[in-house]
T-cell receptor, first 108, second 112 residues
Framework: RKEVEQDPGPFNVPEGATVAFNCTYS??????FFWYRQDCRKEPKLLMS???SGNEDGRFTAQLNRASQYISLLIRDSKLSDSATYLC?????????FGKGTTLSVSS | GAGVSQSPSNKVTEKGKDVELRCDPI?????LYWYRQRLGQGLEFLIY????????KSGLPSDRFSAERTGESVSTLTIQRTQQEDSAVYLC??????????FGQGTRLTVV
């Protein structure tokens, strides 16, 4: 079983749509959780941390369910500039373990 | 510098040669990570340094791979006797706050 699993997509949505990505992780001892964004042929960049109580940053909302070992990212009012690959990241011990990412394409 | 700097940005090498990749982390960042990303694939953890602690080498795929870091400064990743399957982008990241990693632009390694 892969440590961090994501639906690879692609998710193709129109501008203004709401889209949700899911991620599951296998290590129940995982301590911290993050969403990163990676644009085509660029390096990954931190989008937001994920807290147990859920957290929001503008149009982005992240949720964590430790019991189900499940993380989600919701993007509201999608913009063209949101087109990218979204990486679910889990910290287990010292390593940051990255999922393979979910690709989002927002069209006008 | 302002961000993580990696060099070279591109490297083409012949199968069997050794290569050395360099990473300059953000000043003051105590943690440093190396990852490998093959074309169309996710990031594969290689090694983690934290200050002067023993590194976590659990992700290194074979004994041809090694990495060094002196204190909280520059790190080098060395691949000996390169193979075609080593072709990938090698990404370095540094971090001060756990999980908030800042990546360099990577070294694209092509083994021919």
């Amino acid at each position: 079983r892969k440590e961090v699993e994501q639906d690879p997509g692609p998710f193709n949505v129109p501008e203004g749509a709401t889209v949700a990505f899911n991620c599951t992780y296998s290590n129940s001892a995982s301590q911290s959780f993050f969403w990163y964004r990676q644009d085509c042929r660029k390096e990954p960049k931190l989008l937001m941390s994920v807290y147990s109580s859920g957290n929001e940053d503008g149009r982005f909302t992240a949720q964590l369910n430790r019991a189900s070992q499940y993380i989600s990212l919701l993007i509201r009012d999608s913009k063209l500039s949101d087109s990218a690959t979204y990486l679910c990241v889990v910290q287990a011990g010292t390593a940051l373990i990255f999922g393979k990412g979910t690709t989002l394409s927002v069209s006008s | 510098g302002a961000g993580v700097s990696q060099s070279p940005s591109n490297k083409v090498t012949e199968k069997g040669k050794d290569v050395e990749l360099r990473c300059d982390p953000i000043s003051g960042h105590t943690a440093l990570y190396w990852y490998r990303q093959r074309l169309g694939q996710g990031l594969e953890f290689l090694i983690y340094f934290q200050g002067n602690s023993a590194p976590d080498k659990s992700g290194l795929p074979s004994d041809r791979f090694s990495a060094e870091r002196t204190g909280e400064s520059v790190s080098t990743l060395t691949i000996q006797r390169t193979q075609q399957e080593d072709s990938a982008v090698y990404l370095c990241a540094s971090s001060l706050v756990l999980g908030e990693a800042f990546f360099g632009q990577g070294t694209r390694l092509t083994v021919v």
